[in-house]
């Protein structure tokens, strides 16, 4: 195990089926990270759910040329991770694995289930990205920051094709430009040829999102859960913006915990006030 991972913390309800299943490092943990991981294990706990927190040791999980040569963009190596640690709880008897990043709060608990019949599934994302002061650009998207994983014939098909198209993708580009190479770019494009499940709850809040929420910004957000199609019980923050700069608005933490701490005081409804809008 290597310096600064954490031993599996594996906390499961008696006869449970289901497991939930995040990862992160164990330094430098921002506590609005600590806030979002929080309310997804609480989340679990209600439904009945086991629960298993990985640190370090996740990420050795493919194979070393892959992450050799996806050392400059972690969330293509995390993409394959999660799919081999889907694997893996299927070998330790669970028939259901969610996977959940840990930068995605669960800010109405209450109100999010899974569709018990789903043998896998994945997230809407509504992208927006703002143009200029007067102009925005939003863009329908699917992600992996919440998937799901049935142990049945079509999961297992699906989710060997996933990753021996991660494999493939990261063997054959002479180098890797994209972070979302095998992620968001490569499930929306397959989703655009034969539509996925979705995960319904589930969204996603770019850099412009937590802005426009934390500044009131009505138009933009009725646009936005206009686009999303119904209301939202959890959302990924993008913790990706907390440390690139170049190119990107980069969120400081106090921008990230002001909207987790908004989000779970609201239980939402600061976000789903608009969805009727």
Known sequence: MSPGSRPTELQMPTQSTTVVVQSFRTHDVPGWIQDCIRTVKAWAEQSGFAYKMTGDEFLELPPAWYREKAAQHITVVTDLARLLLVRQCFTEGFDRVIWIDADMVIFSPGLLSIDPELSFGYC?????????????????????????????????????????????????????????????????????QSPLAILTGFGLLSPAMIYA????????????????????????????????????????????????KQLIGTEGRILNEFSAC
């Open 213 to 260: 929420l934390l500044n009131s910004e009505h138009e933009l957000l009725m646009q936005f859960m206009k686009s999303q199609g119904g209301p939202i019980y959890a959302a990924n923050l993008c913790n990706f913006f907390r440390t690139v700069e170049a190119g990107f608005a980069r969120v400081p933490d106090s921008v990230y915990s002001a909207v987790v």
């Open 124 to 192: 809407r994302e509504v992208w927006v990205e703002r143009i200029d002061p007067d102009r925005v650009d939003i863009s329908p998207k699917i992600n992996n920051a919440a998937c799901l994983f049935r142990n049945n014939a079509p999961a297992r098909a699906h989710l060997n094709e996933y990753m021996n198209a991660c494999l493939s993708i990261v063997a054959n580009v002479p180098r890797i430009e994209d972070h979302t190479e095998v992620g968001t770019r490569y499930l929306t494009s397959m989703h655009s």
